[in-house]
């Protein structure tokens, strides 16, 4: 079992940055992948990005070449750096950790706006 914390969210302006982070409560070397889902008001949640334990990394179209996510094994933490955001980037953002179960944080908001 893990337990997820997400930090980092908030309010930022179009074009802006921010990073998330996701602390995990036990070391995370073990786990076989975790990411970051979003879901944005009325719309399903979706993956955005993904890191395996090798280090490969998989993003949804839409954030590919802005967003980029990072795994430190030795913190037990994964990172999301967010670049140029829109609005459309405006949603509730959840940690993931993917070890023959799923176990989610509870989410961290981040709004696009000026």
């Known amino acids: 079992q893990v337990q997820l914390v997400e930090s980092g969210g908030g309010l930022v302006q179009p074009g802006g940055s921010l990073r998330l982070s996701c602390a995990a409560s036990?070391?995370?070397?073990?786990?076989?992948?975790m990411g970051w889902y979003r879901q944005a008001p009325g719309k399903e949640r979706e993956l955005v990005a993904r890191i395996t334990s090798g280090g490969s990394t998989n993003y949804v179209d839409s954030v590919k070449g802005r967003f980029t996510i990072s795994r430190d094994n030795a913190k037990n933490t994964v990172d999301l750096q967010m670049n140029s955001l829109k609005a459309e980037d405006t949603a509730v953002y959840y940690c993931?950790?993917?070890?023959?179960?799923?176990?989610w944080g509870r989410g961290t908001q981040v709004t696009v706006s000026s």
């Open positions: 993931y950790a993917y070890t023959a179960l799923v176990y």
């Open positions: 036990r070391s995370i070397r073990s786990i076989d992948a």
